[in-house]
């Protein structure tokens, strides 16, 4: 067997896993880099005002996107890459320009025609916290159980500013939604001034689901993770502060959380369904279902962690 390094991103043609390795550690073959905190529409998915005309060139949006032949689409947005690659006289599609210089001009909230949640009312969301742990140390929570109260998620949906009630059938909750989410030291996020000193973690995440059941899902997922946190043996631990933008197709966002286990963090390097991300020393990355390597491909990954800085930067 040859001593030789293989190239970054490369194995050598004997490689062979050692199954006893604790920690599955994938080769991305696209290294990441830390771009500047862009302008939350340069970051999403689908830039969106709802007008028929958009309607009608939402699909030759996607296909723009998607082509790398037009360049990268990170820390731009649609309208400098389509400029860009004019420029290069690469010839993108020349019905694009006008309605993306449009969205430029109109945009008067970053991600105009979604609706953004940030900066949420911290008293509220104290006393949700108490009101919530004060149910998982009750004999009436199992740790066996995976379902959510209904009246947690609509407490927190109410946090979150949604303009309609939220109602529901049964008492408990479950949602079984594509997930990802990137955890991170908080040391990472303290530069942002909407992070408190005393967090702990920063989750970072993106949720796949239709936009009128997002928010729900949305708190599901943040009520879901505190409960795990909880039976984890972080029995203080609470959300701290929230942003999420709820798109099209998924909501992306980040959760801030304070009193988590000392330990917790250094048993995620050894947890087989954590992947660390390139680039990011001090950050992993999880996807639901486990381990699924299209919801953990590197742009979803990339995609997540930049918008979800974006938000903090707001």
Not at 112 to 127: P, S, Y
Not at 227 to 250: E, L, M
């Amino acid at each position: 067997m040859s001593n030789k390094r293989p190239a970054p991103g490369q194995l050598p043609l004997n490689f062979v896993p050692v199954k006893s390795t604790p920690k599955k550690v994938r080769i991305r073959h696209k290294p990441y880099t830390q771009y500047p905190a862009p302008r939350l529409e340069a970051e999403a998915s689908h830039i969106w005002v709802g007008t028929e005309e958009g309607a009608l060139l939402l699909p030759k949006l996607k296909a723009f996107d998607r082509n790398p032949e037009y360049g990268p689409n990170s820390g731009c947005s649609r309208l400098m890459r389509w400029e860009r690659a004019v420029s290069l006289d690469l010839n993108p599609p020349a019905e694009l320009g006008p309605y993306l210089v449009e969205i430029d001009k109109d945009l008067l909230h970053p991600w105009h025609g979604q609706a953004a949640i940030n900066l949420v009312d911290k008293a509220l969301l104290a006393r949700w916290n108490a009101s919530f742990l004060g149910f998982l140390g009750s004999p009436a929570h199992s740790s066996d159980d995976f379902t959510v109260p209904a009246w947690v998620i609509s407490e927190l949906c109410d946090i979150l500013g949604l303009s309609e009630a939220v109602s529901f059938v049964h008492s408990a909750v479950h949602f079984d939604t594509d997930s990802l989410c990137v955890v991170e030291r908080a040391t990472t996020w303290l530069s942002y001034p909407v992070i408190p000193r005393q967090t702990d973690i920063v989750v970072s995440f993106k949720l796949f689901c239709a936009a009128r059941a997002a928010t729900e899902v949305v708190a599901y997922f943040l009520a879901s993770l505190l409960r795990d946190f909880f039976n984890d043996g972080s029995h203080s631990v609470c959300i701290v502060n929230i942003a999420v933008v709820i798109d099209n197709g998924c909501s992306v966002g980040f959760v801030a959380f304070r009193n988590i286990r000392q330990d917790w963090f250094a048993s995620v390097q050894t947890t087989p369904w954590f992947d660390i991300v390139c680039g990011w020393p001090e950050a992993f990355f999880s996807t639901w279902p486990l381990c699924d390597d299209d919801l953990g491909a590197p742009d979803q990954v990339e995609h997540t962690i930049v918008t979800a800085r974006s938000l903090a930067a707001l």
